[in-house]
């Protein structure tokens, strides 16, 4: 692991993910660039002393000096987005496989060196779109998928959080800091950390591409330097029609992914907040609840799930889906053995490059006077 | 009472609404422009058959001929958008006051020589945007007026349907067709039938103006001729962004118009299918559940609802409350007394111009390449 | 009407929802038995001088003596429960039918008596169990009736209110203080006042008879003279099992009255804050969500209805619903021809003397040490 | 672990749990009665060979020869419930800490004697109450013991389940084979598997103990050998009144745990299928909405959550808070420390007894004619 060292927040998730079905275990890490907090880390979590590096370049190089069978098998990336590129190039160029927390890369470019090194290398890249992680998301896709809604028609997806409603950068919240600091996230804030999800989102469950859109992008705090706030209209390649809301200044509001579907035939509603039911709205047909672990579902929804109907799962086990999946294709490449479909399902380089086209185009046209901007990647 | 007779929608919604606090009593009407079915429906809805007229011009002309006593008290025009005008008019010149249906008429200059017109003759008008009756609609407005969630920085206001999700109009259903077609309806399909309500919430609860916008209108059924669908950016008079969605091909919803108002302290959401509660989200306090005829509400709130807590109101109390209210206002005239100040709160000229600007300003921005539109009255 | 004078609740409500559909005018009153109080009332819901009466007994023999189509054609008492048996008798001695609002009367004994007077004169009793005339609550009944459920095991119906939690008879609130004296309340407070509706609409939907129960009734608040709570276990002329509870000190309750069903195939739930909804759970299907308005409706939930899908109807058209399909039933009677079946829904004597029964048995097991006492009529 | 081969539920439940916070390993296992299963489980689970064994007294026989910083630091114990309490007692014997599945024993006469053996020994024992893990249970039983909502007046607690609606354990369905199995399960089947679970959250949450109860236990699926639904009247040793339902036959339900508490100044109401809200609601100020990871928490909710706001955690999270609060005082024991407050609050002992004699209270009242059992322990 890079980075995720005390104090930070996806890195204890990501790890609680990974060891959550007894398939990975934490071997190793370059847990912070301050040399004390790395060790103290490290020795936080059982890691051997010498294997606590004090950098991701010392600890690629000394791990691939290890036998096969005892260095790390992949490296997780988990740090800030400026500092996913290079650690992600040299561990791929190492032999390792990757984890990387989205966005992908601090650029578009990155994002696409990082596809060509994928390519070159057959090694396996997990991009941690954790919401399609969830069963009943993989409910939607293949609903979709399946053509039970008819052509899709239109797509609302939003994300509403409020935890940037003051100016907390300046009040020593570290995750506001570098979330909110152009150095360090990218040209987008609010679009980049959560716009790109509910781009995913969309695009994931509706198996569409955005074509072109029309962003309206909003620093709301006063003294903010990135977006905190926006809405998108987008248009996708089959014509459907849709709007993206992102924002962290929606006061009172929490995690509050939403999404809506609409095709001839029906809709469909899910929310991350509640994420263990899916609602079906059909146009000749009363509503139906579908639920992880219930009725009517598709297998994807029941491998991405561990417990009976009724006992909710939640963020870290969408998550713990994304590594499970992960690690079920790189055991299966180690074994030489072919992994289930359903483990195949998870977001890499192609949904990199469209999260970092995503922020580009909602940049470009939040800049333009133009309606329209097509969706260039 | 203009238009309404057997068959018809809202007509029977504003006769229900009438009658329900047993303030108004419907005398006389032209029910219908074939003479066969303004008799029946008025026979249907025991009116004296002398006051059955077959035009409104006959009803206006005949009763402002009656006695002042006997004569009716006020004029209701439930017909199709295009006839509006003609009978509103009259029955001002005709000292009669008059409530329409809305959008108050067909085009935005017309809604302006009403407006003219009411000014002229001191008379009421009272235009039936419903959901401005809910007393929780009242409770947020109020809300907002008086600071609570601090300086308003986001609205998102939808209003889903799915009706209209197929070619309804070319199977008979007498709704579908004068809603679609231009020549009855207006130059706006969905945004002038729903979009209006959807903007006037958003108004109406913030206390601001839309000031500029950005529409995509779409026509998703092929062969209709107006837009069943639509996304909109909005910028509001204090520099609140926002977004309005309606829609009548969201195939599975029914009446879904819901609306979201963020502050600098906080958020509410309102949601029309279940009008009796409004959520309060608090940046720094848990959210709250308020509720018709429940603790905390003001006044307003109270002055609208007619049963204690945990007995729902609906749509057609909320309608009720629109007509009780001007006829508070209306008896209060009468007596010479002056009416509660809660009673005077019901949309009229104002709302109707603003109602029919934000036709033109959407059609307008739809066809346009720039971005954004000012919004011109 | 007798009762329902100036400050009184349930009057208002009754005159709201014989309102509604215009079917239905208020002619006279003896509203208060304070000669001023029914006076003043009669002057504020605009009756006519000669026809505001200062006694039920006065009404009804002036009412007698009217010329058929001027007279009142039913009786609405709205008074305590102690007050019900006398005007209802003499207005069915005197050919008038009779609207009752619930329980029917003080005694069991007196519920009896009008059974065998509505037989031997033929006319019309409706009593007011509002929650029967819900559309959704129809429509529960109709799909247990057609065995869409399988046969019925367990019955879950509970009715708490927050709204007795201090001893408010003692504070000058007058609902609080005849509903918690035995004087005019009868035997039971909670039981008599919301026990009742609950055991209705259990046996309502169900179309079961409860055989025997287990009560247990309490007086929760120090001082209160009648029960405020209490829960019941219940078995059905058919096996199934339940619990009813109801109590008046389930604090921050409003009027939470809710029934689920379950069947061998699956389950059906309702809840009255949110009347428009009814969710059917299947054992081997995703769960479904019916609506007011919505798919796969039996015609009683139609014909219960005045809006489309989407525009809530909430209590006061429940209420109206009952006054509705009395009216109906009255008017073609008085035309000599059939109503429609679906108008012949209403609860009457044979409800009364259920609800009666209900009451007098649990407060006899509440007061024995067996467990089980026989449901005796 | 003892028991949890392959194909069983709560076993692979516990692993998750165990492993989730990186604090627990599995180390060894008698994962099931026959020895291939328990190779081959073994095996599955990565165990070594030597560690893989057979029965409980051969597992607890040779770790407790192994070094002390080899030897595994407890046992896990899920297998039914006739076969609970001779590993346990063995593995206490040996010095080994415990954790046992719920109900704790097979007989309120075992659970004692495990009782004796903890308190002679000092080892610690955990019983997996799960839903006492959840952070918003946690948060309900502090806001009562702190007074907020008032002496406490009724519970509600129910526990509807619907997989039992069929005669399951005759069609190949192992987990129903033995929880309706009386020689597996002990005297009492939806009771002792989910009735306990109720009762011990309305004790856990209230600080109260049920004093007596009136139980009506059903065997409503014919040929079933255990009840699989029943409705219990509850009284509390502060004179609070409950009801109390379990059933298994509840067509449709998943696992639809949900108590509400009331208390003299508010209720609250918590319901397991959506854990992280938890409604309070105020007798004199508007419902509140109290979220995981939210506003206004307690201590205890903070500590045993992982995410913030709005990252639902689930089933698995709460069972991992149990198992990751025992390893802290687990860790605190071996390190000499003190474990925090927080740590010290999970199922013990008294709470497996308390679950036994519920069971023997249960089913004796259900067989008497007397209205109230002495809840007797």
Same mark, same amino acid.
């Given at each position: 692991?890079?980075?995720?060292g ?13 060891n ?12 912070? =660039?301050?040399p ?16 606590? *590096? ?15 069978d005892?260095?790390m098998?992949?490296? =997780?990336?988990?740090t800030?987005?400026h500092?996913?590129f290079?650690p ?17 890369s ?15 290398t ?7 779109? =954790? *919401?399609?992680? *969830?069963?009943?998301?993989k ?8 053509g ?12 509403p ?14 995750q506001?800091a ?13 679009m ?28 709301v ?12 209209l987008l248009?996708?390649d ?31 509603e899910?929310?991350?907040q ?13 509503a139906q ?6 009725h ?12 009976p ?5 939640? *963020? ?6 994304l590594y499970?999946?992960?690690a ?8 030489g ?5 359903e ?12 999260g ?16 329209? =901007?097509?969706?260039?990647?």
């Open positions: 692991m890079v980075g995720g005390k104090g930070a927040f996806i890195g204890a998730i990501h790890r609680i993910a990974a959550m079905d007894g398939m990975i275990e934490l071997v190793c890490g370059a847990l912070s =660039t301050s004390e907090k790395a060790d103290e880390s490290g020795k936080m979590l059982f890691l051997a002393e010498d294997r606590t *590096y004090h950098s991701f370049e010392e600890m690629i190089k000394n791990e691939s000096q290890l036998p096969a005892q260095r098998d992949f490296l =997780t990336i988990v800030p987005n500092a996913h290079a992600a190039m040299m561990a791929l160029d190492h032999g390792f496989h990757v984890v990387i927390d989205k966005p992908i601090f650029t578009l470019d990155e994002a696409k060196q990082l596809k060509k090194k994928v390519e070159e057959g090694l396996l890249l997990l991009l941690t779109h =954790t *919401y399609a992680g *969830y069963p009943m998301v409910q939607a896709k293949q609903m979709v998928k399946s039970e809604l008819g052509k899709i028609r239109k797509i609302l997806v939003e994300y959080q409020g935890w940037l409603s003051r100016l907390s950068e300046k009040d020593g919240n570290p506001a570098w979330r909110t600091d152009p150095e360090r996230s990218g040209k987008s804030g609010c980049g950390d959560i716009g790109t999800h509910a781009a995913h989102l969309a695009e994931y469950i509706s198996g569409l591409k955005i074509s072109k859109l029309c962003a309206d992008l909003n620093i705090v006063d003294g903010r330097l990135l977006d905190d706030d926006g809405n998108v248009r996708f089959n014509g459907a029609n849709g709007v993206l809301v992102a924002s962290q200044i929606a006061a009172g509001e929490e995690n509050a992914l939403r999404i809506r579907v609409y095709g001839e035939k029906g809709g469909l899910w929310a991350q509640e994420p263990n039911t899916l609602i079906l709205k059909w146009l000749d047909e009363p609840i579908l639920r992880t672990g219930g009517n579902l598709t297998n994807y929804a029941a491998f991405n799930s561990r417990t109907g009724g006992h909710p799962e939640g *963020y870290l086990e969408a998550f713990g889906n499970r999946n992960f079920l294709c790189l055991s299966a490449r180690i074994d053995s072919t992994p289930p479909e483990a195949l399902d998870f977001p890499s380089v192609d949904e990199g490059i469209r970092m086209a995503f922020i580009d185009n909602v940049v470009k046209s939040s800049l333009s006077n133009e309606k329209w =901007t097509n969706f260039e990647v």
